[in-house]
């Protein structure tokens, strides 16, 4: 049993490389002790603004023997999607990197099935679920005691190796595997870069993001007006917001994705200040088909551009 244990381990981590994603990695399906009481904070100083979703599901968030049944394994995976290709106009309101190429939600799932496939045929029958944002899992707390890295001020998951430019997904299984990882220490030290260049202050102390000042929030998720308090402090952001990733010293260390459907769209980079002011719901079509950027609607993305017309 212990032979078949780390072979299956082995053979799990060599297909998700062979599908492309930058790391695999193993931890025992568990209550989640130490995220419990900070969770619970975080929701309770309503830190999730309009984010609703984050309330529901307190236990099945903390624990995901409560998601699938018979649970034994979280599988983590981090897929890469670091490019250094820019938007061309320097004027042009921004789009977080990680909505250049395509959607990657979709992108994940299809590999995640695919990994299902391949444990169901090498290893036998084995119940499993794929996740990527869209059920209650706290993803960062798993890849971190997967060994994959800590998480940073930024409260980012951050590897040594690689930055954080990486989205994080897992497996939840009823297979047993080996989990003999060394917890990555905390390499932040006394760097305070992230929290210094957060034009909303929204990380309010070391390890803690207020959600609700947070610009990925006021861009994406909240779908009521962007509060007057944040004129003039967006930097130019429309989608997301890259800030406290970009000023952190470990994502020198970021490597180029090598995911072909996240090549970014030479229309999307293409864009002059002016066409995204004058940007009609067919060209948002167009340009954003299949893309994560649809989530914040034509409305959503016309009113970002509004807001940051209001601060020049
Ligand atoms: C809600 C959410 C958001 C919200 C809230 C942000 C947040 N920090 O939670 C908003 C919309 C603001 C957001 C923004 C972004 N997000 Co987001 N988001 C999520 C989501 C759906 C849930 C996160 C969550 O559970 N938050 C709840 C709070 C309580 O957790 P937390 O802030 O992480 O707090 C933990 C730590 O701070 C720690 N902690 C708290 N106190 C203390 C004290 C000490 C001493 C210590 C050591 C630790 C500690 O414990 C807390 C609980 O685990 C996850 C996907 C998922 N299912 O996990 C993606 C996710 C975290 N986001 C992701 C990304 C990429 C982003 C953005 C970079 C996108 C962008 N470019 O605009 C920004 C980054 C902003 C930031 N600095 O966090 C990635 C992160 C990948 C990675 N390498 O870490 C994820 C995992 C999505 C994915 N599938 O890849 N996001
Ligand atoms: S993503 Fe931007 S607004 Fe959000 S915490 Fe980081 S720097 Fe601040
Ligand atoms: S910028 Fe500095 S403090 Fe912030 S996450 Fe990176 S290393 Fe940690």
Redesign the pocket.
Known sequence: MQLNKQAYTNLIKTEAKNLGFMFCGMAKAEFLED?AP??EA?LKKSMHGE?QY?ENHFDKRLDPRLLVDGAKSVISFGLNYYTEDEQHDPLAPKI?R?AYGADYHHVIKYKLKQLLEIINEKIGEVNGRAF??SAP?????WAKKAGMGW?GK????ISKKAG?F????ELIVDLELEYDVEPTADHCGTCTKCIDACPTEA?VAP???D?SR?I??LT??LKNEIPQEFKGKMDNWMF???I??DVCPWNKFSVLNTEPSFTPKHELLGMSKHDWEDITQDVFQKVFKNSAVKRTKFAGLKRNIEFLKLTE
């Open positions: 995220e900070r969770l975080w984010m984050m977080s990680y990527v944002d899992v706290l993803d960062k707390a998480i930024n409260t980012n998951l954080s990486f989205f994080l997904a990380i390890y803690i993001v959600g947070c990925s929030y994406i998720e997301g917001c890259d406290c990733q």
